[in-house]
């Protein structure tokens, strides 16, 4: 049972999984657009469909349930989602969906996050996600644009093997676990990031009507984060540090709080979201304490939280002394009891 409290926060997304409202990526598929050569006309008319299209979205996202489920794909027009794919594969081409913005053609060679073609490390349904998302279809990519000394994914995220699936194969996979009881498609990693063009013709394909949840460390470039409004319905993110130089120093991440900071703002405008917070050993009043304060600044103290404890010392973590133990109950305690005593009303 999720939380009254929550229900209000997240009600767009809920919505969307009992099927009584469309989904983004539907809706965005419905709003027809002119087919530019050009990229700068593609990301004019990109920007001016997105001033318009949380009042079309409001306008024509609420519909019976009989009226979506099982749908077939019938679009004979240039939609806003297509625009979205076409601007992403040329972005691929001259790689900056991250902030790090490597400039590489990544249909030929790797930047960064490791990755060229996606590649699939694992799906399923996930019951041991926040519990307005469960039963999760998550698919695990490999990659990352992160290189976390203490990765609690690090065999995903810092190799790329993994299994191949075309747009259309995945599209598939992705209709049968909704059929199956899946609230959400839940795109994570590693990072989903460097994957964007592919999931954006994936889900291009996808007839069943599902919420997309992005479940990413948020450190995207601005250009992606405007393809993901009107795209993404739930915004699962990781929101790691409250300062710079914790970031460099274990993460390899430059600029982290203006970059995380500026894009978290950018999603809360765009879309439903819960920010996770994973606690880490010696960090609560450098990271997770600071980290709190600029959420109740910047964002409110509506936002759903899950401030997470399960923090152990695994990938290269022994080597840093203080992240070399695991997390005491103490620590997360301390700042579960910070977040209610500045004013935090969801607290998962």
Known sequence: MVNPDIQGVLSDYLAITSNHQLSRCKVASTLKTQDFDDEKSQWD?????????????????????????????????????DLKVQIAEKIYQNCILCEKMCHVDRTRETGECGVTHPLIASEFLHVGEEPPLVPSHTIFFTGCNFQCVYCQNWDISQRTRGIPLSEEELAGVIEKRRREGSRNVNFVGGDPTPNLPYILRT?????????????SNMYLSQYAMHLLDGFVDLYLTDFKYGNDACAQRLSGIPNYMETVGRNHKLAQKSGDMIIRHLVLPNHVECCSKPLLDWISRNLGLDVVLNIMGQYHPVYHAPEYGEISRALIRSELVEVINYAQDLGFRNVI
Do not use: A, C
């Open 45 to 81: 008319e990109h920007q001016r469909l997105r001033t318009r299209f949380w009042k079309f979205y409001r306008d024509n996202s609420s519909l019976n349930p009989q009226d979506i489920e099982g749908g077939p794909v019938k679009k004979s027009f240039f939609s806003y989602l």
């Open 203 to 215: 889900m291009r394909l996808v007839r069943e009507n599902i919420p997309v949840v992005w479940n």
